[in-house]
């Protein structure tokens, strides 16, 4: 008898982590690619791409990823420029407009990796979905996701009744519950701009990234790195930089150059500037990590650091990433572009983190910072007042929890009490 109960939890489990129905869920949305241009992408149950309409007339979809096992298929369609209004499978898609009005958040599944587990059926103990649905209601003209979409890794433990029966593995059962059925009210608010983080290497969640979400046209093979890429929101130019293969605390010499070689394709925009550089590790942060003595703060991330010591990056005003699952503001007094981490979408973080506002005046990377900081789930709203951008930040209540000031390479930041 025992080892038919073990047969049918192994069966039970195998079916959880090899196999996928991709015909479960129809689900459209809007993203820029690589060229600097929205491409709207479907999925398909039954491999044939769904009708579309642009402003009112008939438009084709082509297929860009064929359906798998794991995998649905993927249907692509790049609206003209000017186009007002777009349909697909009947569900009504937003189209860029005038950007006034950003929503940025990272680092947002629901973690199940080993030991390390969340409680993905709570909604206070993964929120995820709460961040989204309150975001889509500030209307935003653009959303930003700033990396790490794919979290369940492994099967969800028996004894952490919050998280069974759940998918696990790089199928679409997964990234559908990690990350697209939480995101449908913002995929009807705005285009969004999908940045990669170290989740979505090859090693790990690559397979779906690159038939989902991947920036590229030409491919949806993993790649290594993707291909760096801008877009013009008017004032400001957002620069797409691929992080995923970062090393935190090491800076070895491949990496370094990989960095190096998109930052050197991007080098006119963030030379001149006006520029925001937007990649999933931040380039000066710091974080919790582990130490014979306990916990203490590290300095992230190396392999950026040095690739940024050799490229001129006088017309980037700021740096937007995730990964670090916290909210922190660094300024440096004008001498290097800020830093913002907006890891905040709903995966856990680091138990030194405190929801209390913290304020310091550290050294990172041989540079005087002013930092500030909390660790709360929630969302940052930018919002363009003239010339310059104000940041506020939100938690799962929507209470505005800070507020920051973004004018050139300066970020002032406070709380909203």
Not at 72 to 96: E, Q, Y
Not at 279 to 304: C, F, K, M, N, Q
Not at 387 to 410: E, K, N, P, Q
Request: hydrophobic share 40%; glycine share 10%.
């Amino acid at each position: 008898m025992r080892v038919l109960v073990l047969a049918l939890a192994a069966l039970s489990l195998a079916a959880c982590s090899a196999k996928a129905d991709p015909s479960a869920r129809f689900t459209a949305w809007v993203q820029y690619a690589d060229d600097g241009r929205v491409e709207a992408r479907a999925t398909s149950a039954d491999g044939k791409c769904p009708a579309a309409s642009l402003d009112g007339q008939a438009a084709s979809m082509t297929l860009r990823s064929p359906a798998s096992e794991a995998f649905p298929a993927v249907c692509a369609l790049t609206p003209p420029a000017g186009a007002k209004s777009l349909v697909i499978g009947g569900r009504a898609l937003p189209l860029p407009h005038a950007v006034n009005r950003i929503v940025m958040f990272g680092d947002t599944g629901c973690r199940l990796k080993g030991k390390k587990t969340q409680a993905c059926n709570d909604a206070t103990a993964w929120p995820y979905a709460t961040v989204a649905r309150l975001a889509a209601a500030r209307h935003p003209d653009l959303v930003v996701q700033l990396g790490d979409y794919y979290y369940r890794e492994s099967p969800c433990p028996d004894a952490a009744k919050g998280c069974a029966p759940t998918p696990y593995g790089d199928h679409w059962a997964s990234w559908d519950a990690d990350f697209f059925t939480p995101s449908e009210p913002l995929f009807a608010a705005a285009p969004w701009i999908m940045v990669r983080g170290n989740h979505e290497d090859c090693k790990r969640g690559g397979e779906g990234w690159g038939k989902l979400l991947s920036p590229s046209r030409a491919s949806t093979a993993c790649a290594k790195v993707e291909t760096p890429f801008a877009v013009d929101i008017g004032g400001v130019n957002l620069a797409i930089l691929d992080s995923n293969r970062a090393n935190d605390l090491e800076a070895p010499p491949e990496r370094v150059a990989e960095i190096d070689g998109e930052m050197k394709a991007l080098q006119p925009l963030l030379a001149k500037g006006p520029a925001w550089m937007i990649e999933h590790h931040p380039v000066w942060s710091l974080a919790a990590a582990e130490d014979p003595l306990g916990l203490i703060s590290v300095g992230l991330d190396r392999t950026l650091q040095v690739a940024a010591k050799g490229n001129d990056l006088s017309g980037v005003g700021l740096i937007v990433s995730g990964h670090v699952h916290h909210f922190a503001a660094y300024d440096f007094g004008g001498h290097r572009p800020a830093q913002l981490v907006i890891g905040s979408g709903g995966t856990i973080g680091s138990a030194k983190d405190s929801p209390r506002v913290g304020r310091d005046n550290i050294n990172l990377d041989g540079v005087a910072a002013q930092a500030f900081g909390f660790y709360r789930w929630g969302y940052g709203l930018f919002e363009r007042t003239g010339a310059d951008w104000t940041l506020t930040f939100y938690d799962v209540s929507d209470h505005a929890v800070a507020r920051c000031l973004i004018h050139g390479r300066a970020l002032t930041c406070g709380e909203v009490k």
